[in-house]
């Protein structure tokens, strides 16, 4: 059965540095892959979308890769403040709907 | 900043009793989608609509939920009876691109709780 993981439940990350999540999946080829963050008692938000023909997408402080070879992709902060305390869920598309991965929550430490 | 307006934040039931969650898209957003997070996991899908047609309820507990988007605009989703392993957080999203592909837009989420 198609398998997303997301290999660390929480991360702990000191101000400042860059935070790296890696999100694994097997038994499926996802055309798309993105990146919401969710905070506390709130509905995911949106993050980025990178397609399977691309191998980095940036945007501000955030990076995603997409490796379909490896069957992963890392989500990269660079520069991390408190306030990207958050748990961040990937989620695969293709010829399915969205799959979701059970999330990463991130807590960078002042 | 256009939002997807769900109601109610919060609702506490007893077991065996019916309870609806409504949702209100995005103005022009065609697929609407309701998911179920149970605390500590990612969301899973229930039901997906296309306008006012089933798309996907494939995961949709059929014995016991149902959902309805009539007009193709707002949404309910049913649960009768409820039973305590429900308790979990209903997400509604929607999003502009009727395919699969698209980014979503979520609501805050109904959290139920079932005693």
């Known amino acids: 059965s198609q398998k997303i993981e997301q290999n660390s439940e929480a991360l702990n990350i000191q101000e400042g540095k860059t935070a790296t999540l890696t999100c694994n999946y097997t038994?499926?080829?996802?055309?798309?892959l993105q990146w919401y963050r969710q905070d506390p008692g709130r509905g995911p938000v949106f993050l980025l979308l990178?397609?399977?023909?691309?191998k980095e997408k940036r945007k501000e402080r955030l990076k995603v890769t997409f490796d379909t070879t490896l069957k992963q992709s890392l989500f990269h902060i660079t520069a991390s403040q408190p306030a990207d305390s958050a748990t961040y869920l990937c989620a695969f598309s293709g010829n399915t709907p969205l799959v979701f991965g059970k999330g990463t929550r991130l807590s960078v430490i002042a | 900043e256009a939002e997807v307006a769900q109601s109610p934040r919060y609702k506490i039931t007893e077991k065996s009793q019916a309870v609806a969650f409504w949702c209100d898209p995005i103005s022009g957003h065609a697929t609407l989608y309701w998911y179920r997070q149970i605390l500590g996991q990612g969301p899973e899908l229930l039901v997906q609509f296309q306008d006012e047609s089933v798309v996907d309820d494939s995961q949709l507990p059929k014995d016991r939920f149902s959902a309805e988007r009539l007009k193709g605009v707002d949404s309910t989703l049913k649960i009768q009876p409820a039973e305590l392993g429900d308790s979990a957080m209903y997400l509604c999203?929607?999003?502009?691109?009727?395919?699969?592909?698209?980014?979503?837009?979520f609501g805050e989420g109904s959290r139920l709780t079932v005693l």
């Open positions: 038994n499926y080829s996802p055309a798309y």
């Open positions: 999203a929607s999003s502009r691109n009727p395919s699969r592909t698209g980014e979503l837009f």
């Open positions: 990178i397609r399977e023909n691309e």
